[in-house]
Nanobody
Framework: QVQLVESGGGLVQAGGSLRLSCAAS????????MRWYRQPPGNERELLAA???????AYADSVKGRFTISRDNATNTVYLQMNSLKPEDSAVYYC?????????WGQGTQVTVSS
């Protein structure tokens, strides 16, 4: 079992930055993939960023160059640094972990970007 707790969401003006955190209940070194998704109201969940256990990273075109996924092995935390935020980035953001082919989700954190 992996428990994930997101934090760091909030209200920010367009052009601003936020850093989301996802704290895992187990060592993230044993998690195959850590990913960030978002889900705007009335829309499907969108994959934004992924990081493998070996450190490879990938991003959706919609956030490439603005968002960065990183991790702190010592605290078992994965981050999503979000810069140059736009109103269309407003959504609930979710952390996801894949370990031994099981999927785990956090409860989500709301990000609202005002114009």
């Amino acid at each position: 079992q992996v428990q994930l707790v997101e934090s760091g969401g909030g209200l920010v003006q367009a052009g601003g930055s936020l850093r989301l955190s996802c704290a895992a209940s187990v060592s993230i070194l044993g998690i195959d993939f850590m990913r960030w998704y978002r889900q705007p109201p009335g829309n499907e969940r969108e994959l934004l960023a992924a990081r493998t256990r070996m450190g490879s990273r990938a991003y959706a075109d919609s956030v490439k160059g603005r968002f960065t996924i990183s991790r702190d092995n010592a605290t078992n935390t994965v981050y999503l640094q979000m810069n140059s935020l736009k109103p269309e980035d407003s959504a609930v953001y979710y952390c996801n972990a894949i370990k031994a082919r099981y999927y785990y989700w956090g409860q989500g954190t709301q990000v609202t970007v005002s114009s």
